[in-house]
């Protein structure tokens, strides 16, 4: 713009005000790429108003814990599995009987690492001797009996590690969005 010294200075002003005038102009949407690429993304926005509107999350709430071993005295064909978890209080009261529930052992292979179920039975367990001295302890000692394939018992070294997912539900995003969930 003033680049050169021997233009005038009103033709440069005149030069500077023509371009502002085309920035003033509206977008012009004229080839036919530009218009699918415009109407692919209002698309693109409406999904996602719609998603955000009817779609849903599972909610899950994921523990520690440790498989303690198939419940009764052998493993058989029901594959019930006690698994003994640390569970915050909160999520304890979300958890309930029925729910749907995967065990990830940690320090294993993916293949055999995971297996999914249904929480058949849930007991609370005495926290133990050593951390009962501590005065508020955010965590309460659960054990989990959950329904499982028989080939994941068989594949089982007891005890060992693992987390506990549980599906406590679905919850469209607004309202996740709504409760500071999300």
């Known amino acids: ?20 005038e085309q920035l003033d102009r509206l977008l012009i ?5 530009e218009r ?13 108003g719609a998603w955000l509107a009817f779609g849903s999350v599972a909610q899950k ?18 594959g019930l599995v006690e698994v003994a978890v640390w569970i915050g209080s909160e ?8 729910m749907p529930a995967s065990i990830r052992l940690t320090g294993r292979a993916e293949s055999m690492a995971a297996a999914k ?29 959950i329904v499982v394939d028989a080939a994941f018992m068989h594949s089982l070294l007891v005890p060992e590690k693992c987390v506990v997912d549980v599906e406590i539900g679905r919850q469209s995003p607004l309202a996740m969005i709504g409760a500071g969930l999300l």
């Open 91 to 98: 999520s304890a009261a979300n958890v309930e009987v029925g």
């Open 117 to 145: 179920g249904q929480v058949k039975a849930i007991a609370s367990a005495p926290i133990p001797s050593e951390l009962s001295t501590a005065e508020s302890v955010p965590f309460s000692y659960r054990r989990f009996d």
């Open 29 to 33: 949407i004229s080839t036919p790429r």
């Open 61 to 78: 709430v994921s523990v520690d814990g440790v498989v303690v071993g198939p419940v009764g005295d052998r493993p058989d064909s029901t």
């Open 36 to 48: 699918v690429l415009v109407a692919l993304l209002f698309l693109t926005v409406i999904a996602f």
């Open 1 to 20: 713009m003033f680049n050169n010294p021997f233009e005038s200075l009103h033709d440069t002003v005149a030069e500077a005000k023509e371009e502002r």
